[in-house]
Structures are given as structure tokens and as C-alpha cells.
């Protein structure tokens, strides 16, 4: 009679589990051999500097910079209302093309030239290629989207 299928399964994972340790050993040897060979005394140590480069000797303690943890901000630092860079979300632009029987189409913004994607359900008006319109930007699959459109009067 043939032995079980399951006995040969278990025969080849213990002549893997058996090969992978042998190479395990071989290759811990060799490491072995190549340490006593350059005659290196083992790993060597990596420091940070005080400018964040990695180099092979300690870094000098007097460059070292102290923080105060109050200095330390964490998100984005206020500004005085002066210096706030005002940013229009409303933008103006003309309609590349459009499809209304597909219901997307695209519009070229008027300060940076490029074209916007814009979908019918992002309408609040209706458009046709030409018109002048305003829009609000919105980040979508592809790209940037062109939403809450309005023709300009």
C-alpha cells in the first residue's frame, strides 16, 4: 500500500524546517569567519550629530541646543491678523466645454489658466462652452473639482 498523502506533507516540512536551519548556521558561521578574518569587534556605532546627520563618532556635547518645551508649537502658528494672507475660495473662470447630455465638463480658471473638472451635480445654474462663471474648488479622485458653479451676471 502507498502512504497518506499527509505523512509526505509532514516528511517535506521537516526537510525544510531542517534546510532552513542548516543555512541558518552555515550563514552564522561564515559571519563568524569574516569577523575573525578583518578582526572587527562586531557592530559598529552609529551617533546623530546636532544637525541630524549620522556619523561614526559621538557628537560634541557643548553644540548641543536646548529647547525650552514651552517654545515648542504644535500645529500651525498663529500669525497676526495683519500679516494673514487673505485667500478667496470663489474663483472666476470661462467654460472649456461642456456636455449636458453627459453631464460633466470643464473650466479654465482665470488667474492660473488650468482646467477644472466640473460635474452636473455640482451645478447650480446651467452652463453652456463660454459662459463666464464662479466656482469653488474641491479635491476629488483625479484631481481638483470645480463645484457650487454660478454664471456671473
Known sequence: MAKSQQTFSKNEKEKKRLKKREDKKKKMDARK?????????????????????????????????????????????????????????????????YDSSKGFGFIIDGIDKQKYFCHVSGLKDDITEGNLVSFELEKGQRGMNAVKVTLVK
Open 33 to 97: 569567519a569574516e569577523k575573525e578574518a578583518s578582526g572587527s569587534s562586531g557592530i559598529e556605532f552609529a551617533y546623530v550629530d546636532h544637525m541630524g546627520n549620522l556619523v561614526d563618532t559621538p557628537p560634541d556635547p557643548d553644540l548641543k541646543v536646548e529647547i525650552e518645551a514651552e517654545d515648542i508649537i504644535l500645529g500651525i502658528p498663529k500669525t497676526p491678523e495683519g500679516e494673514r494672507e487673505s485667500f478667496d475660495p470663489v474663483r472666476t473662470g470661462t467654460v472649456d466645454f
